[in-house]
């Protein structure tokens, strides 16, 4: 069983900072990925940003490069997402992910097996 630990969420006006943090707790990824996903009100659930956790070779969706950061902690089961210069578009539930089939590449974002219960993020103009 175990359980994907989210915080971290808020709201804030445009330009400003947030920083997500997950923890798998109580389980071991069966993938050697770990990141997040985003769901807006009124969209399909997007991939955002992911982790190769033993290699530390990071991935993202075009619309937040240059903006966020994706991290793990020492112990690799803790991610965190640093996302900077917020805009009202990114405003989502955002949740952290683990286990998937086939890790996300190049355009490709398979949806994940394990989700957390979400943190949400708003932001304002």
């Known amino acids: 069983q175990g359980q994907l630990v989210e915080s971290g969420g808020g709201s804030v006006q445009a330009g400003g900072s947030l920083r997500l943090s997950c923890e798998a707790s109580?389980?071991?990824?069966?993938?050697?990925?770990m990141g997040w996903f985003r769901q807006a009100p009124g969209k399909e659930r997007e991939g955002v940003a992911i982790?190769?956790?033993?290699?530390?070779?990071?991935h993202y969706t075009d619309p937040v490069k240059g903006r966020f950061t994706i991290s793990q902690g020492n112990t690799k089961n803790t991610v965190y997402l640093q996302m900077n210069s917020l805009k009202p578009d990114d405003t989502a539930m955002y949740y952290c992910?683990?286990?998937?089939?086939?890790?996300?590449?190049?355009?490709?974002?398979?949806?994940?097996?394990?989700w957390g219960q979400g943190t949400q993020v708003t932001v304002s103009s």
């Open positions: 109580g389980f071991t990824p069966s993938s050697n990925c």
């Open positions: 992910v683990t286990d998937f089939h086939v890790c996300p590449y190049g355009t490709l974002w398979p949806l994940p097996t394990r």
């Open positions: 982790i190769y956790t033993r290699a530390g070779v990071t």
